[in-house]
């Protein structure tokens, strides 16, 4: 069973530029997309994904990550799974609850740890083979540091 390709003519959401573009959902779903999705040439798309690449770069070196190494691809995405994986983290800690200062404390410090643990991450590959890692297995690790501490 084939599937039918259909090529349109979009324009370009910063410069304007027309150019064409395969898409190989329905026709129906097709002209929806080529509709309300913001469209990137080339030349447009390297820039916009450099500019928003540099805006996480300066975010995560703010709260002292190192930048990535990488192809500027890998980089580009690297950076964006990494701020998510933040994210989650941030999730996380914000979420928990504790019973006395011992164990605030105690989680403060297994919290520093996975923090130090990610910084030493300095390959965009490592960051994009881990991006399907979720609020629990950030907790898991965490635990895992907790009772090491404790040990």
């Known amino acids: 069973m084939t599937e039918d390709i259909y090529t349109?003519?979009?324009?370009?959401?910063?410069?304007?530029?027309?150019?064409k573009m395969q898409l190989f959902e329905s026709h129906e779903r097709n002209l929806f997309l080529?509709?309300?999705?913001?469209?990137?040439?080339?030349?447009?798309?390297?820039?916009?994904?450099?500019k928003e690449t540099a805006k996480l770069v300066e975010a995560h070196q703010a709260i002292g990550f190192p930048e990535l190494k990488g192809t500027r691809k890998m980089v580009s995405w690297g950076e964006k799974i990494r701020g998510e994986l933040i994210n989650k983290l941030d999730y996380?800690?914000?979420?928990?609850?504790?019973?006395?200062?011992?164990?605030?404390?105690?989680?403060?410090?297994?919290?520093?740890?996975?923090?130090?643990?990610?910084?030493?991450?300095?390959?965009?590959?490592?960051?994009?083979?881990?991006?399907?890692?979720?609020?629990?297995?950030?907790s898991k690790r965490v635990e895992e540091i907790s009772v090491s501490i404790q040990g």
């Open 34 to 50: 080529v509709d309300k999705k913001d469209w990137y040439c080339e030349k447009c798309k390297k820039e916009y994904f450099g």
């Open 92 to 138: 996380l800690r914000k979420s928990l609850k504790f019973e006395n200062d011992d164990q605030r404390e105690l989680s403060e410090k297994a919290f520093h740890l996975f923090f130090k643990e990610w910084r030493e991450k300095t390959e965009a590959k490592w960051w994009i083979d881990h991006r399907r890692m979720t609020v629990r297995d950030i």
């Open 8 to 19: 349109y003519e979009v324009k370009c959401r910063t410069c304007r530029t027309k150019f």
